[in-house]
């Protein structure tokens, strides 16, 4: 199975401030074939479900706004809030589907500084 | 919009057995891959088991393969998740998740239900 390790485990952001979420895989997740890193990103909020964010390491979900961003190729990954809002206290989940089972970081928990 | 909601969990013994629902609206059930996602109380998300569009097709993790059945419904627009033999490491939230995009088994999930919580615990 391929291993996903996010770093850090949590991070405190100021309001209007960066944050920034690495996640990394135990092997390749790029398929040459259609030239695509098969990484995905969800938040989930307290008491809620995880919502889909990112696909393809770096395209936005409809109705995501713009200031999350996602970037990374192969094995390396990046989930980038350019100005941390309020509403984005969330744990945030990277996951592969490169190959089967599909794996899931192990989290990233964001709070407000 | 697209809508999934879970039913069914509950307290069982361990050794017990339970099955899960999920009914969807707000989009073409038959032709969405289907997946069970679980997440253990303060714990992260573990993948448990997918479903093709038609159901011909099925996925399991190692750690419920032989104990757990996943199957649908397509006329009644419901996934279902038999699972038997339960143990306490199977106790936490599962939630039902829309497939996109699959390769090869391994998707990525556009819609998420609310979960249904199950406890196995004597």
């Known amino acids: 199975d391929i291993v996903m390790t996010q770093s850090p485990d949590s991070l405190a952001v100021s309001l209007g401030e960066r944050a920034t979420i690495n996640c990394k895989s135990s092997q390749n997740v790029f398929y040459s074939s259609n030239n695509k890193n098969f990484l995905a990103w969800y938040q989930q909020k307290p008491g809620q479900p995880p919502k889909l964010l990112i696909y393809w390491a770096f395209t936005r979900e409809s109705g995501v706004p713009d200031r999350f961003s996602g970037s990374g190729f192969g094995t390396d990954f990046t989930l980038t809030i350019s100005s941390l809002q309020a509403e984005d206290v969330a744990v945030y989940y990277c996951q592969q589907y490169y190959s089967s089972p599909r794996t899931f970081g192990q989290g990233t928990k964001v709070e407000i500084k | 919009e697209v809508q999934l909601l879970e039913s069914g969990g509950g307290l069982v013994q361990p050794g017990g057995s339970l099955r899960l629902s999920c009914a969807a609206s707000g989009f073409t059930f038959s032709s969405s891959a289907m997946s069970w996602v679980r997440q253990a109380p303060g714990k992260g998300l573990e993948w448990v088991s997918g479903t093709s569009s038609s159901g011909s097709n099925t996925y399991y993790a190692d750690s419920v393969k032989g104990r757990f059945t996943i199957s649908r419904d397509n006329s009644k627009n419901t996934l279902y998740l038999q699972m038997n033999s339960l143990r306490a490491e199977d106790t936490a939230v599962y939630y039902c998740?829309?497939?996109?995009?699959?390769?090869?088994?391994?998707?990525?999930?556009?819609?998420w239900g609310q979960g249904t919580l199950v406890t196995v615990s004597s």
């Open positions: 998740a829309k497939d996109y995009y699959c390769s090869i088994g391994s998707c990525y999930s556009d819609y």
